[in-house]
């Protein structure tokens, strides 16, 4: 089994800037795939921002945050980072960290889903 701790949420004035942090802890050979999703209050959770391989840096961002956020990740700690910038009230929403977890270097994916932190941007 693997467990997700989310922090880093909270209340910030627009422009001002968050980091999330997601730490991975448990049976944990290799996260492959990180990624953070969003989920504001009447919308479908959307992935914000994703890593697919640590190693070679490859990422992917939504377009309404492509600019202002970033995604990093670290396989030795097991965590994956957030950096969001310029934030505007449009990006409030409750952030969840996921990650697919290999247990072992012959076991298949586990997809494992965080608690969710609040983030809550005045305008």
């Known amino acids: 089994q693997v467990q997700l701790v989310e922090s880093g949420g909270g209340l910030v004035q627009a422009g001002g800037s968050l980091r999330l942090t997601c730490a991975a802890s448990g049976s944990i050979f290799r996260l492959e795939f990180m990624g953070w999703y969003r989920q504001a209050p009447g919308k479908q959770r959307e992935l914000v921002a994703s890593i697919f391989d640590v190693s070679s840096g490859s990422t992917h961002y939504a377009d309404s945050v492509k600019g202002r956020f970033t995604i990093s990740g670290d396989n030795a700690k097991n965590t994956v980072d957030l950096q969001m910038s310029s934030l505007k009230a449009e990006d409030t929403a409750v952030y969840y960290c996921?990650?697919?977890?290999?247990?072992?270097?012959?076991?298949?994916?586990?997809?494992?889903w965080g608690q969710g932190t609040q983030v809550t941007v005045s305008s």
């Open positions: 996921n990650v697919n977890v290999r247990p072992n270097a012959a076991s298949p994916l586990h997809s494992y």
